[in-house]
C-alpha cells in the first residue's frame, strides 16, 4: 500500500464506517443500482462469478480466483468481512486494493454517492449503507484497474444484497442453512429463494450439495431462467482427499477434466469440496464446460489457494489454530476437519460468539471434540458477555469442562496451559474473536480476510 495514502484512506474508511452498519441491511437494490447507473454501469464491464451460500464462501471465492488468475485472467475479488482492515476486501490481481486506489476512486464517486443519498432521503429511506456504499466503490476499483473478471461474494442472501446489480456469468451456491433468519426468512425454503436471486438468465450455476428442499428452490430458478445446473456429487465430484503435510492432496473430475493428485494447502474435506465447486466454476466461466481447464493451471490455482482465519495454524507448541467457523454447519465442518487432520492428547476451545448467532448449535457441534471449553468475548459490540456464554457452554459441556475469561489474552493463556505441549488450542465462534487471534500472534494479513 502507498504509505503516502495511509491518512486519507483512514479518512475513506471512517467516511463509510458513518454509514448504517452491515448487521442492518436494507431489502433494496435500488440505491446500488441508481448509483453504479451514474458511474455508467463499472459492473458490466467485466465478467462475474457471483458466490452465495451460508458456509464456505469466502474460501470458494479465494479459490475461484486463484484458478482464474493462473489461467491468466486479470482478477478483481470481493470478500467479507475483513479481519484487520478494510482494503483486504477489495482484491485485484492477488493484491489487497492499495490506500492509494482506494482514496482515488472513492473521490470519484463521493459526488455520486452523494446525489443517491439524496434521492433516499427524499423517499423518507435511508442514505446508502456501508455495504451499498462498498460494493459501488469495489466495482468502480476493479473497472479503474481494469479486471476481466470479478468473483463477488455476496454481503448477505443475494436477490437485495448490493453485490446483485451485477449479471452473473456464472452463479456458485455453496452449502445453505438457518442463518439470519430475521431478513432472509424461518426456513430453509425462505433462504434458498433469497440466495437463488443471484440466478440471472443464461447463467451458469454451481451448487454444492443440498437439502432437498433447497435444491428444489435453486433448480426452480434456474428453470425459470433457463440457467443450466451443475451440482457437485451429480455433474462433478471429490474422487479423493487424502491428508498431507499443510493440507491435502484432492482428486477433482469436472465436466470437461479430471484433476488428479493436486496439493491443496487448505485443512479439511470441506476444502475439498471448496475446491471441486471453484474448478467447475472457472470451467463454466471460461467455456461453459466445451474446453478443459489446463491441469498445471488447476495446480497453480489450487497450490497457492490461502484462506486465512480458517483452519489457520498460528502458534506452535501447544498447536493454536484458528477458524472463523460462526454457525453450527460452520462449526459441524470444523469438528469434522480436526478429526481429520489432527491428533492432539488434549483439545482446547476457545469460543466467543456474537449475539446474533446461535450459540448452543455452535457448542453442540463442537462438543464431541472438546476436552475443554474455555469462554471469552471479543471486544465488539455485539459480542456475548463472557460470563453470559459461559453459561450456555456449562448446559452442555458440563462446569468441569467450562471456565471463562472476560480478556481474549487471559482465554489464550488458560487455554494453552491447560492444553500442555502436546495438546491443541482452537480458537473459534466468530470473526471478530479470529482478527484478535492473529493480532495476537504477530500475524497481519494483508489482502486476506
Known amino acids: ?12 474508511i471512517d467516511a463509510l464506517y458513518q454509514r448504517i452498519g452491515e448487521r442492518a441491511p436494507q431489502p433494496r437494490l435500488w440505491p446500488t443500482r441508481r448509483a453504479v447507473e451514474l458511474l455508467g454501469d463499472p459492473q458490466h464491464m467485466f465478467g462475474v462469478v457471483h458466490i452465495t451460500g451460508s458456509n464456505g464462501k469466502t474460501s470458494t471465492a479465494r479459490m475461484i480466483e486463484s484458478v482464474l488468475r493462473a489461467h491468466g485472467l486479470r482478477t478483481g475479488l470481493m470478500t467479507s468481512p475483513h479481519l484487520q482492515r478494510l482494503n483486504e476486501r477489495i482484491v485485484v490481481d492477488g493484491q489487497s486494493v492499495s490506500d492509494e486506489a482506494l482514496v482515488v476512486n472513492y473521490r470519484d464517486i463521493e459526488p455520486y454517492l452523494a446525489i443517491v443519498d439524496a434521492e433516499c432521503a427524499a423517499k423518507g429511506e435511508p442514505g446508502l449503507t456501508f ?30 444484497d448490493s453485490t446483485n446489480v451485477a449479471n452473473a456469468d456464472v452463479a456458485v451456491i455453496t452449502p445453505i442453512s438457518l442463518e439470519h433468519v430475521e431478513f432472509l426468512g424461518p426456513t430453509r425454503e425462505d433462504i434458498a429463494k433469497t440466495k437463488a436471486g443471484i440466478i440471472k438468465p443464461a447463467s451458469h450455476v454451481v451448487s454444492s450439495p443440498q437439502e432437498p428442499e433447497v435444491i428444489d428452490v435453486i433448480a426452480s430458478a434456474c428453470a425459470r431462467d433457463e440457467a443450466p445446473l451443475h451440482v457437485l456429487g451429480r455433474d462433478f465430484y471429490v474422487l479423493e482427499s487424502v491428508p498431507a503435510v499443510g493440507g491435502q492432496l484432492v482428486d477433482i473430475r469436472v465436466h470437461r477434466g479430471e484433476y488428479r493428485g493436486v496439493a491443496l494447502p487448505l485443512l479439511g474435506y470441506h476444502q475439498a469440496e471448496n475446491a471441486a465447486l471453484a474448478v467447475a466454476a472457472a470451467e463454466q466461466f471460461l467455456g461453459g464446460g466445451e474446453h478443459s481447464l489446463a491441469k498445471e493451471v488447476v495446480e497453480e490455482g489450487l497450490g497457492d489457494s490461502k484462506s486465512p482465519g480458517r483452519l489457520e495454524v498460528v502458534a506452535t507448541g501447544p498447536s493454536v489454530i484458528i477458524d472463523a467457523a460462526h454457525n453450527p454447519a460452520g462449526a459441524e465442518s470444523l469438528t469434522r476437519a480436526l478429526m481429520q487432520s489432527f491428533q492432539f492428547e488434549t483439545l482446547v476451545v476457545v469460543l466467543g460468539v456474537l449475539s446474533d448467532k446461535d450459540a448452543m448449535g455452535i457448542v453442540e457441534a463442537l ?6 471449553f474455555v469462554v471469552t468475548q471479543s471486544e465488539s459490540d455485539r459480542a456475548v458477555s463472557a460470563e453470559a456464554l459461559a453459561e450456555t457452554v456449562r448446559t452442555v459441556a458440563g462446569p468441569d469442562r467450562t471456565s471463562w475469561r472476560e480478556h481474549f489474552s487471559e482465554a489464550i493463556e488458560l487455554a494453552r496451559d491447560q492444553a500442555g505441549a502436546t495438546g491443541g488450542v482452537v480458537v473459534t465462534g466468530s470473526v471478530t474473536l479470529i482478527a ?8 497481519t494479513v494483508q489482502g486476506d480476510s
Open 1 to 12: 500500500m502507498t504509505e503516502g495514502f495511509r491518512q486519507e484512506a483512514d479518512e475513506v
Open 131 to 160: 455495504f451499498e456504499a462498498l460494493t459501488v466503490l469495489t466495482f468502480s476499483c476493479f473497472a479503474d484497474a481494469p479486471v476481466d473478471v470479478a468473483v463477488l461474494e455476496v454481503g448477505m442472501g443475494g436477490e437485495w
Open 367 to 372: 462438543d464431541p471434540i472438546a476436552d475443554v
Open 436 to 443: 484478535e487471534a492473529q493480532t495476537w500472534a504477530g500475524r
